[in-house]
């Protein structure tokens, strides 16, 4: 192999590198780390030695040597984020040839695959602090909870957060419908079925519908019923690590797959009508959730019962209150019209969101 096969020419122009440095001359071993980069949503740039490019090695993210290209790599700069790739699982001498050229890590393929792909991932995407991630379920059934959750993405969107309004209830009818895109093309649950290890972020954003400046992942109107816990817990790592805001709107069971998703949550509000019998029901959707959730909250739903208010509905189930989720008349005439629940900046729903995001940081990290 000679020359450089540069992936991403605008970048090495520039002096910027999305994706790793590889080193090395082995025709093989390039081909399976070309392939792990295309895993990862990198491009890499390739060199057989260390490139001539003032600053290239310097620059790079992240380098990977091919255990051939040691020896050509002698007296470079010492730097960080360096993986020695081999492919020997009996050679000892890997690791002093690792010491020689500073590496941080020692690989040898194939068993180490997932490992690298997750490390270039990281290293395409930028690892910044995770979205905020806030789950909405329902105390009971009816509750609203899919309108505030559609309202509570899309009053982020409007405030210029990046935001992902997930489904995570096959059995609502599909979320974007509540915003008004059944029909906009763009991946919906079934076809992240199969999704093992690590799904690339910008990737999956990138393969959603867009509707009122947000992403949303929702289900087909098909016959898919759930979706394995590997495949949800791949799909939400990916929109947390973006950054911004995520917003899941949860069923009220809590199955394997409903699991993974309140694992990754920030913190989840329960909707609850102020009704005895929803505030039953609700306690019981609260002890099953609260067994993976630490941080839950309650928004209370009027018309009030005797007797109750929402600071007794709090009481009653234990948990700190959100607030009273308010009634807004001409909802449904308004979606019908283009317009999904917090689409109105000025309508009341729209406000209970905005004062909610206030005084949730939007950054993730932490509530």
């Excluded at 690791?95 to 500073?102: H, L």
């Excluded at 997750?118 to 059934?141: C, F, K, N, S």
């Excluded at 079934?190 to 009122?212: C, N, T």
């Excluded at 694992?263 to 505030?279: C, F, K, N, S, Y």
Aim: negative net charge; contains cysteine; glycine residues 14%.
């Amino acid at each position: 192999m000679a020359g450089a096969i540069t992936h991403d020419r605008a970048s090495a122009a520039e002096g910027r590198q999305d994706g790793p440095l590889i080193v090395t001359e082995d025709a093989d071993l390039l081909d399976d780390l070309l392939r792990l980069c295309a895993a990862a949503g990198a491009r890499p740039e390739v060199h057989p030695s260390l490139p001539e490019r003032r600053g290239a090695w310097e620059a790079a993210p992240l380098v990977l040597v091919g255990d051939d290209a040691v020896r050509r790599l002698r007296g470079a700069v010492r730097r960080r984020g360096v993986v020695l790739v081999g492919r020997d699982q009996d050679d000892s001498g890997v690791w002093r040839r690792a010491v020689e050229i500073g590496a941080d890590h020692v690989l040898v393929l194939p068993d180490g695959e997932q490992w690298l792909v997750d490390r270039i991932a990281d290293v395409a995407e930028g690892v910044g602090r995770p979205a905020l991630t806030v789950g909405v379920i329902g105390g009971r059934g009816g509750a609203g909870a899919s309108t505030l959750a559609c309202a509570l993405a899309v009053t982020s969107a409007r405030r210029g957060t990046r935001t992902l309004l997930v489904d995570a209830d096959p059995l609502g009818g599909g979320i974007d419908v509540l915003l008004g895109g059944e029909t906009t093309d763009g991946l919906r649950w079934p076809a992240f079925a199969a999704s093992r290890g690590r799904v690339g972020g910008g990737a999956l954003e990138e393969s959603l519908p867009e509707l009122h400046a947000l992403r949303v992942l929702s289900w087909d109107r098909g016959d898919w019923v759930s979706i394995p816990p590997q495949a949800v817990r791949a799909v939400l790592a990916a929109a947390r690590r973006r950054g911004g805001t995520v917003v899941v709107d949860l069923p009220r069971r809590v199955d394997e797959g409903v699991a993974e998703a309140l694992a990754q949550l920030d913190l989840g509000i329960l909707v609850v009508p102020a009704e005895l019998r929803a505030v039953a029901a609700a306690g019981r959707v609260a002890s099953a959730v609260g067994m993976v959730l630490r941080d839950l909250r309650v928004a209370v739903r009027g018309p009030y019962a005797p007797g109750l208010d929402d600071d007794e509905v709090a009481r009653l189930l234990g948990l700190p209150l959100v607030g009273e989720v308010p009634r807004e008349t001409g909802l449904l005439g308004a979606q019908e019209g283009g317009t999904p629940p917090g689409g109105t900046a000025r309508g009341p729903l729209a406000r209970f969101c905005a004062a909610f995001w206030e005084r949730v940081p939007v950054a993730g990290g932490g509530v």
